[in-house]
């Protein structure tokens, strides 16, 4: 994809707009690659995102600036706003494919996606998602209700971490370019594949409950090493149709009452509101409890856990929970403490240091 209008074919070393030099790749996306670069100016590093140069890519870029810097100028005392990358700038470059928008912000260590391929897709340790997802929502909570923003691509690799000695130090929100106004949508097909929601997927109008879906989605990813919903296409029936079954029999039939009026309704539902490849579905069949019970965890963080994710993943968008109502999950206010301190061990200085870490562990301590 290096080509005209797409990629920018960088080296390290290069200098771009006078300052920055080029130090390595952090990565990139469908849009854009993104290096770790060393200001000249500052002397500190940067993250310096190139943007593909045909002229879709540069709205799409250009329209991203816009959604930045609004979020720049939304109340600056917002402690959540830290939950969001923010521009340090933007300039143009003209290279050997056409003019590139590039966008300069903090680096940090790695996307969410990374962390799970290095837990063999495994998943994170719970203590992890729980800091995680907490950072998360309250980045989503600021663009949902302070800056009237939808992201539209909450997935992992759209989510930064910054490690330090092998610590999770920060959580980040990256990647406004497909996001939108509440009240100005650029789309109707949004979202990446798995963690669509079903309004969209049936063609309803969407809002912000809509990337609540997408972040359970990832929540359920990060913890267990793989995709809630998997999509495939098969000869008899698409992938969309298959996304519906699945949701289908994990929480619960989607209603006509809520979607008939979804522009995509009848290519996949027949009157009386069943699935048209798969009328015979039982809802429910497979929960999202059967799922997490996988895990080898505790039974209170399986059942926090369940709790956490259900109400973002009701189907009726009306009903979603939304951020601020997810940040009062007792998974996130009260998790269950680390583990029952070792009886043998009970009178040890290893069982004190145990009992420290388990208070200073979240709020009121519940027996596991
Ligand atoms: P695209 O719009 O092309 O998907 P992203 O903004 O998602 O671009 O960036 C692509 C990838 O580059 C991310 O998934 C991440 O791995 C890396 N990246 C982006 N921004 C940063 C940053 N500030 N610090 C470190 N890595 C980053
Ligand atoms: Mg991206």
Known sequence: EYKQGGYHPVSIGDVYNERYRVVRKLGYGRFSTVW???????????????SKSDENYTATAEDEIKLLDAISRVDKSDP????????????????????????VFEPLTCNLLKLIERSNYQGLEIDKVRTIMRQVL?????????????????????ILVKMVKGKISKVKIADLGNACWTHHHFADAI?????????????????????????ACMAFEVAMGGYLFEPVEAPNHSSEADHLAKIT?????????VYKEGAHWDEFFNEEGKLLHDSNINPRSWPLMMELLRKQWNRVDVEQFCAFLEPMLEIDQDNRGTAAQCLQEDWLLHPPVARPAPVVAATSAAAAEEEKAAAGYGAPALVA
């Open 138 to 158: 309250q980045g989503l909570d600021f663009l949902h209700t302070k800056c009237k923003i939808i992201h539209t691509d909450i997935k992992p690799e759209n």
């Open 249 to 257: 029999r994990m929480l619960g039939p989607i209603l006509p009452e």
């Open 80 to 103: 959540r706003r830290d939950k969001v990358v923010q521009l340090l700038e933007s300039f143009s470059h003209t290279g050997v494919h056409g003019q590139h928008v590039c966008l």
């Open 36 to 50: 770790l670069c060393k200001d000249a100016i500052t002397k500190r590093k940067v993250a310096l995102k190139i």
């Open 191 to 215: 979202q990446t594949k798995e963690y669509r929601s079903p309004e969209v997927l049936v063609g309803l109008e969407y809002g912000t409950g809509a990337d609540i879906w997408s972040t």
